[in-house]
Structure formats: structure tokens, C-alpha cells
């Protein structure tokens, strides 16, 4: 089982490796080096990243960074319950979502498009005006939204058409 330092925990997704963008290593260690609160940062791919892009991720960022390498058990729910912080990549818009119902800050990288997608600009625009994400930047802040609860969404709809 996944047990890292629980104190300041920060999970990063590095997705960025699909047909929409192109990820920079040297940003990525700027982002796990520089001003980090003495944060504890946990790297977390995803499945879809290929072995290669794994090894890669290990190499570069391994010293200053927990890189989960697929081997043990995915420490990604620990590290919803227990991070301070999210940063993710912007193409990642499951992870974004699943990390909107903590409450906690999510910080966006946005990655270069490889192919506009409005669908991708359109997700990014509605977190934004909830300010449940922002651009990632300089520095990580704290900020408080109201977090997401689809299923409560959801019966509100679907709870009238059945009592109907």
C-alpha cells in the first residue's frame, strides 16, 4: 500500500502525451523544483502512458518527485484524499473533474494544442467561471468553491420525471 508523507501532499498528472499535446519536461521540473512549500509531490500517469513516457517521466522527474511506475497499487485515491493542492494537465479532463469534488485548489498547466478542441476550451472556461480551476502560474494558491456533487446534480433532474 501506497504510504507517502501525508503532510502538504500535491498530486501532479503529466498526462499530456495524447494526440492533442505535447508535453515539456524542462516546465515539468521547474513546476516539482521551484517555491513548492516544501510540498510532497506525487506523479501519477495515466494508464494510457506508454512505457517509454513512463521511463522517461522516472528519469526526469523520480528525484524530485514520487513517480508512481504502474508496478504497486495506483496510490491515485490516497492521493485525492490527502493532496493540498492538484496540478494537472489540461487535456486530463476526467482527472480534473474527479478532482473538483474535494474542494481543494486544482491548478491547471495548460499544454499547447496540438488540434483546438472547443470541447476541451469549453470544460476549461465553465471550471474557470465556477472557480473550481485555475492557470497554474507561479505560485500555488489557496481558494475555496463549492464542490462538485454530480450525483446530487443528477437525481435533482431525473427525481421529478420520475415522480411524474
Known amino acids: 500500500m501506497f504510504v507517502p508523507p501525508i503532510k502538504n501532499e500535491l498530486l501532479s498528472s503529466p498526462s499530456g502525451f495524447s494526440s492533442q499535446y505535447d508535453l515539456h519536461f524542462k516546465r515539468a521540473k521547474e513546476l516539482l523544483s ?3 512549500n516544501n510540498l510532497n509531490f506525487v506523479v501519477i500517469p495515466s494508464r494510457r502512458t506508454k512505457k517509454v513516457t513512463l521511463e522517461i517521466l522516472i528519469n526526469e522527474l523520480g528525484k524530485i518527485a514520487y513517480v508512481w511506475d504502474k508496478k504497486t497499487i495506483n496510490p491515485y485515491l490516497f492521493a485525492l484524499k490527502h493532496s493540498r493542492y492538484f496540478i494537472l494537465t489540461s487535456d486530463s479532463t476526467s482527472m480534473i473533474s474527479e478532482c473538483a469534488f474535494t474542494g481543494k485548489p ?24 465556477k472557480n473550481i480551476t485555475r492557470k497554474l502560474d507561479e505560485k500555488l494558491e489557496d481558494w475555496n468553491y463549492t464542490p462538485l456533487n454530480e ?11 420520475i415522480i411524474q
Open 106 to 129: 486544482v491548478h491547471i498547466y495548460h499544454l499547447p494544442f496540438k488540434r483546438f478542441s472547443a470541447r476541451i476550451v469549453n470544460f476549461h472556461k465553465e471550471f474557470e467561471d
Open 151 to 161: 450525483a446530487e446534480r443528477i437525481a435533482g433532474i431525473i427525481r421529478p420525471r
Open 34 to 36: 521551484g517555491g513548492t
